[in-house]
């Protein structure tokens, strides 16, 4: 009987079953009153009959026509959505077929207005992200530009070599970038594929440090690992490649935001719920006003080096994420920065 939920049933079951009570009563009453009147008892059932009929067609017409009147209004209505108007409130259609029409309009236009607004962000977004990708590119490859223009002309052989170094680094660096770039690509078009395999952390530590090894020495900065007691093997269920790539961009923010002969310590610990890598320094630490933007791509910070491109971290978080982790940092208190990464056994 949900059907009977429809106010317009209702009101139609109801209007017809007054007629038919009228017409019965009629039927009942009327005879001997025609009788007094000198009309035939047929002619006058006829008529009544006739009159009944009428009353019913007429009310079918207004109840036909006030349907059609609400549907013109809802047509109405899902025009002026179609062509961007929002403050429309379709709460006027009561219970019935057209409450049930109105109310899958009214999930139709939440739907587009969210999708909307995301594709508005997103396109102010993208617009933003191309500035800065162009910025960043175009810094060294104006450096490059002049370097060449430089190496063209008569130099001396040290001056030469120089240079070629100083090109060379330029070189990584914009490579460095497209890659950190399209990484990042992959991973918002969910194209990224990550293993879901054991990993030895102090493998993972190991893969990390490798390129930073001569840089640290250079630095003359000291890491100190302490990933448990000997024999324990913390480990964690992810990608090795993709987290040493997270793990290295951490690493190489602490090292370029600590000072020479400074201390970067990697803490492991590991339990039933997560594995826990803890990365600190002795640095000068965040600013407060650049922690809640730390992960943003494209974000330097006030201490940021004039070589920082603001995608490192970014990624970092990303990767993570996608491994059924989180991270977070924050500053110590005897100073420094600490970088706080966990890889949840369930999900979280």
Not at 37 to 57: D, N, P, R, S
Not at 111 to 117: A, I
Not at 267 to 293: A, C, K, M
Request: aromatic share 8%; net charge negative.
């Amino acid at each position: 009987m949900d059907f009977l939920r429809n106010r317009e049933i209702r009101r139609q079951l109801a209007g017809s079953c007054l007629l038919l009570v009228l017409t019965g009563a009629g039927i009942f009453f009327l005879p001997s009153l025609f009788e007094t009147k000198g009309i035939q008892g047929a002619w006058g059932l006829f008529l009544f009959f006739e009159g009944a009929m009428t009353v019913l067609v007429l009310y079918w017409l207004a109840f036909t026509l006030g349907r059609y009147r609400r549907l013109q209004r809802l047509a109405t209505d899902t025009d002026r959505i179609l062509h961007g108007e929002r403050q429309i409130h379709l709460e006027q259609y009561q219970e019935g077929e057209l409450s049930i029409l109105a109310n899958e309009f009214q999930k139709m236009l939440a739907r587009l207005v969210e999708q909307s607004d995301v594709l508005q962000r997103e396109k102010v977004y993208l617009s933003n992200s191309m500035a800065d990708i162009s910025h960043q590119l175009k810094t060294p490859l104006t450096a490059l530009h002049l370097l060449f223009m430089r190496l063209s002309g008569e130099q001396r052989e040290e001056e030469r070599t120089r240079l070629v170094y100083e090109g060379v680094q330029l070189l990584d660096r914009v490579d460095w970038l497209v890659n950190g770039l399209l990484k990042i690509a992959k991973i918002d078009a969910g194209t990224a594929v990550f293993a879901h395999e054991k990993v030895d952390v102090r493998a993972l530590l190991e893969l990390a440090l490798h390129p930073l090894r001569i840089p640290l020495e250079l630095r003359k900065q000291t890491v100190t690992i302490s990933s448990g007691e000997e024999g324990e093997r913390p480990c964690f269920e992810g990608d090795l490649a993709w987290s040493g790539e997270a793990l290295g961009n951490i690493l190489k923010n602490c090292m370029e935001h600590t000072p020479k002969g400074g201390n970067i310590w990697i803490f492991v610990r590991e339990n039933r719920l997560y594995t826990e890598i803890l990365v600190e320094d002795d640095g000068s630490g965040v600013d407060p006003e650049d922690l809640p933007h730390l992960f943003e791509r494209f974000y330097k910070g006030k201490d940021a080096a004039d070589t920082s491109v603001g995608i490192g971290l970014a990624l970092s978080r990303m990767i993570i994420k996608e491994q059924n982790g989180t991270l977070k940092a924050e500053n110590r208190r005897e100073g420094g920065a600490r970088f706080i990464i966990r890889f949840y056994q369930g999900v979280i």
